[in-house]
């Protein structure tokens, strides 16, 4: 490999929710040419169809897998731009919303690498079109919050650094990461008791815009009681949206075939195979 007398640019690219139809133009276009794409473990096979031409290095995070370090995946990226000149980092969703982009930008810019960031549609937002439910609503929903309790720990010198975070003061609330801990999130809220009570609708969406795609749909008391906890399915990604606003989903989901799971009671089960990545 013939190495390059100037340094090559990092494209951190946003993959989208799961469909690689899902992906921008400018993101797609981007594959197309990239020399070397380092990708998250969620991103889809058929997104990496798109850059069959590419050196293809896996560098994602997956909770209680084996996962490559952050300041790891950084060093490979600054390595690359002295092979390649055309550096794609894939990231699922949008890479500036929980995806550490702001240490790969730092690292890099540091380095003298020139970077540019492509966004992506995030998961909260491909959940909502799916069930066909604005995360806000007229009267009922003026504010959205966008939520992690995941937390990195690889780089914290003192364990004491790191606190709980609290739930924000929000009309409609996405949490992202929050399946271990989804029971702990519903009481917490029908604690706090603002604006949040047992009554208020929870929709739980797995692998989102994938054909692997399911719903769970309930109320926040139920989701405090453990109702999914025998639901979900640790091998693809959960998001929990939590308000008012959700409240009519399950009569906007002509698209989607309905399946009862006895042992779940009240939380209503659906799948949608019928969208294809």
């Known amino acids: 490999m013939k190495i390059p007398s100037t340094l090559g640019k990092v494209y951190l690219v946003g993959a989208g929710p799961g469909a690689a139809d899902l992906i921008t133009v400018r993101g797609a276009k981007l594959l197309e040419k990239a ?3 380092f990708h998250d473990a969620l991103v889809e096979p058929e997104m990496l169809e798109l850059c069959k031409q590419a050196v293809k290095v896996p560098v994602g995070k997956r909770c209680g897998k084996l996962s490559s370090a952050q300041h790891f995946i950084n060093k490979r990226l600054i390595d690359a731009a002295g092979q390649y000149q055309i550096i794609v980092r894939l990231k699922g969703g949008d890479p500036m919303l929980f995806g550490r982009a702001d240490e790969e930008i730092q690292a890099l810019k540091g380095s003298g690498i020139a970077v540019e960031v492509v966004p992506g549609i995030t998961a909260a937002l491909a959940a909502a079109a799916s069930i066909g439910q604005s995360l806000t609503l007229r009267g009922v929903s003026r504010s959205v ?4 309790l995941a937390q990195a720990t690889e780089d914290t010198q003192d364990a004491h650094a790191i606190l709980p975070i609290q739930n924000p003061s929000a009309d409609t609330l996405v949490y992202y990461m929050g399946r271990k801990d989804a029971a702990k999130i519903a009481q917490r809220l029908i604690d706090q008791n603002d604006p949040h009570i047992h009554t208020t609708p929870v929709q739980i969406m797995e692998s989102v815009s994938t054909p692997r795609e399911r719903l769970w749909s309930s109320t926040l008391g139920q989701l405090a009681q453990g109702k999914a906890d025998s639901w979900f399915d640790s091998s693809s990604p959960a ?12 009569h906007n989901l002509e ?5 009862i799971d006895d042992g779940l009671q ?7 195979s019928q969208r294809r990545a």
């Open 35 to 37: 020399d070397i794409v």
């Open 145 to 148: 919050a966008f939520v992690t």
């Open 239 to 250: 998001l929990i949206m939590v308000g008012q606003a959700l409240q009519n989903t399950s």
């Open 255 to 259: 698209r989607s075939s309905s399946k």
């Open 266 to 272: 009240d939380g209503q089960v659906l799948t949608n």
